[in-house]
């Protein structure tokens, strides 16, 4: 499983999909999203955080996309 971190800047979403469509296209992946909840805080550090480290442990890897 794929998963894509998505900050919220205006073109990460734009840039995630299209990778994950690119890796669907070429590979047997299944993908997987989280959107980061509060601007530059890490969501580590975030109130969100046991929900971010439940994410990471159910996916293989992590594509991060900035997007400014």
Same mark, same amino acid.
């Given at each position: /499983?794929?998963?894509?971190?998505?900050?919220?800047?205006?073109?990460?979403?734009?840039?995630l999909?299209?990778?994950?469509?690119?890796?669907?296209? /070429?590979?047997?992946?299944?993908?997987?999203?989280?959107?980061?909840?509060?601007?530059?805080?890490?969501?580590?550090?975030?109130?969100? /955080?046991?929900?971010?480290?439940?994410?990471?442990?159910?996916?293989?890897?992590?594509?991060?996309?900035?997007?400014d």
């Open positions: /499983k794929i998963a894509h971190f998505c900050n919220s800047k205006r073109a990460a979403r734009l840039m999909t299209s990778i994950g469509n690119r890796l669907k296209e /070429k590979f047997s992946v299944s993908t997987d999203w989280y959107d980061a909840t509060i601007p530059n805080i890490p969501e580590i550090e975030s109130v969100n /955080k046991e929900k971010f480290m439940d994410w990471v442990k159910g996916v293989d890897a992590v594509i991060l996309a900035v997007g």
